[in-house]
């Protein structure tokens, strides 16, 4: 059997991968795919006998270095329906994905092809849409562990007639920081979706590499991108992490909003530095109905207090929307909304430091916004502000503040307590409010009475009342920061206790994601525990891998 290596010279293809970023931006280079033709014994294409041993001029060699073997099954029909052998093409950027090309003959024209893995039943395979052609069909697989061997068959049928083949290949080293499969526990009935999470610590020069990660139901990580360059602290995260639907994954990191394609290139960005008037981005991101982005970033002002303090800097937050291009189409600013006098615990402090970019002065903590969540249906955006313990809902055509849920806010709480240093409010089909309770900052007890949970609100805007209608069965525990909590297709709750330990100090941090259902005792019904040093910003659960566009 003999393999021929293929690189962009010859029948290679070429596609934009992201070379190494720089400090605020990442560029572009042309990097050749590899691509496998293989053949069943005999002399390879040149004329060359045996497999092929490297590289010819011009040509990249795959991260494996190894070639894949294509075999023949047999046929039960006397045409042949395939011309040549299948092809394998594999990413440098992307261990975890693959394409196989299926080469079909004239009187093969019109055969139905099945498509399969043999070895990992949660490999995904399906058809790529504008590759290719009906005699030249190319198929994605998705999910594939990295650096191990696997196979994929192929078995084209028409008018009685049978055919089939089979490739045989390895995969590339994994990508910096992959985990491949998490311990996890599962207690009850889990529903059978992914979990798109970030892998994170606090970054830094020397921090092992963060990313982002898909996980199925069994704990297998079916996707994943790391990184090295960033920066310390916080912005590290590749946070507000969101499935698109043309299978593109949003997010935020290094103060700057990005969208990759499953192979990790970049194709948009958005840089404060381009935008006049606008610091970091931080902490969400999110992509609204009609094709703009809305970004959450810092701004700086000073605010005066009362004796002996007087003039203070303060950090507060501003919401900007780029349409497709990257031009700014709307802004808002929370010194234009909110009132500065108002502080809560949290406000002295800031970890890491807010620097004003502009003065170089450091910075109050004041409103430190972390979730934003957009309602096409009213045309409204919630943010969540942590150190004012509020959800405030804001009119997208006006600007307006419709309300601000929370304590000392606009809504009489009829069942329940209120949330306090909250992350990552969500809606309801039935028109109640999901979010992250982290606890701390609670006015009305002491520190040892702070506790984390999810718990859902209901929201009468015309009584203006809210009352608690669940909350989470966990024995009391503490997550000071971050924190998620979504609803998942089946109606159970994906939840993310993001900093387990950080009250203990950071080198203590950890990670617990919790599926729970609300309706059983226990609720808890999937879970698993990070190692110490890592946490999980957000988990949000999707029922398509990265790469696959919405039906």
């Not at 190692?531 to 039906?551: D, K, M, N, Q, S």
Request: contains cysteine; glycine residues 12%.
């Amino acid at each position: 059997m003999s393999c021929r290596l293929f690189g962009s010279g010859a029948r290679g293809l070429a596609f934009g991968m992201p070379c190494l970023p720089s400090a605020k931006r990442a560029r572009f280079c042309l990097l050749p795919l590899v691509l496998f033709a293989c053949t069943n014994g005999g002399a390879s294409e040149d004329g060359e006998s045996g497999e092929s041993s490297g590289t010819e001029s011009g040509e990249t060699e795959s991260s494996e270095g190894e070639s894949g073997e294509t075999e023949e099954s047999g046929e039960t029909g006397a045409v042949d329906l395939f011309d040549g052998d299948l092809e394998i093409v594999q990413y440098e950027t992307q261990p975890m994905v693959a394409d196989v090309i299926v080469h079909l003959t004239a009187e093969g024209a019109g055969a139905q092809l099945e498509v399969t893995h043999p070895f990992d039943p949660g490999v995904r395979i399906a058809r790529l849409e504008g590759v290719g052609d009906d005699m030249n069909p190319h198929y994605r697989l998705r999910g594939m562990a990295p650096a191990t061997a696997h196979g994929v068959d192929v078995v084209a049928t028409l008018d009685g007639n049978e055919d089939a083949q089979q490739v045989q290949f390895t995969t590339g080293a994994p990508l910096p920081g992959f985990v491949p499969s998490f311990d996890v526990t599962v207690s009850g009935d889990p529903e059978p979706v992914y979990r798109l999470m970030d892998w994170s610590n606090f970054g830094g020069m020397g921090a092992p590499p963060v990313g982002l990660m898909q996980l199925d139901p069994q704990g297998v990580t079916r996707w994943y991108i790391g990184r090295t360059n960033t920066m310390f602290g916080p912005a590290a995260t590749m946070a507000g992490v969101e499935l698109l639907d043309d299978g593109t994954v949003l997010f935020q990191q290094n103060g700057i909003n990005e969208i990759v394609d499953e192979l990790g290139e970049t194709v948009a960005s958005y840089d404060p530095a381009d935008v006049p008037g606008d610091s970091l981005y931080h902490h969400d991101v999110t992509y609204l109905p009609n094709g703009n982005v809305l970004a959450l970033g810092y701004e700086y002002t000073d605010a005066e207090y009362p004796p002996p303090e007087g003039t203070l800097h303060i950090c507060g937050d501003h919401l900007t929307e780029f349409n497709p291009q990257g031009e700014v189409v709307w802004r808002w600013s929370s010194f234009e909304h909110l009132d500065t006098s108002r502080r809560r615990e949290g406000f002295d402090a800031a970890f890491p430091p807010l620097i004003d970019p502009d003065t170089n002065e450091p910075s109050k903590d004041w409103t430190h916004g972390n979730a934003v969540v957009y309602n096409p249906d009213d045309d409204s955006i919630l943010l969540s502000l942590r150190h004012q313990d509020w959800i405030i809902k804001i009119d997208h055509e006006t600007g307006d503040v419709l309300w601000r849920l929370g304590d000392e806010g606009d809504f009489a709480l009829t069942e329940g307590s209120w949330f306090f240093h909250q992350h990552s409010p969500q809606w309801q089909p039935d028109g109640s409010l999901l979010l992250y309770d982290n606890g701390n900052g609670n006015p009305y007890v002491t520190v040892d009475g702070w506790f984390s949970r999810a718990v859902r609100y209901s929201i009468d805007e015309m009584t203006m009342e809210a009352a608690v209608v669940w909350e989470d069965d966990a024995e009391d525990f503490l997550s000071e920061a971050m924190g998620d909590a979504d609803r998942m297709p089946g109606g159970n709750i994906l939840v993310a206790d993001s900093a387990i330990g950080l009250n203990e100090g950071g080198q203590f941090i950890h990670a617990t994601i919790r599926e729970l259902d609300p309706e059983a005792t226990p609720q808890r019904q999937w879970s698993f525990t990070t190692e110490v040093g890592r946490f999980i910003y957000r988990a949000v659960p999707t029922e398509r891998l990265v790469g696959e566009a919405a039906p």
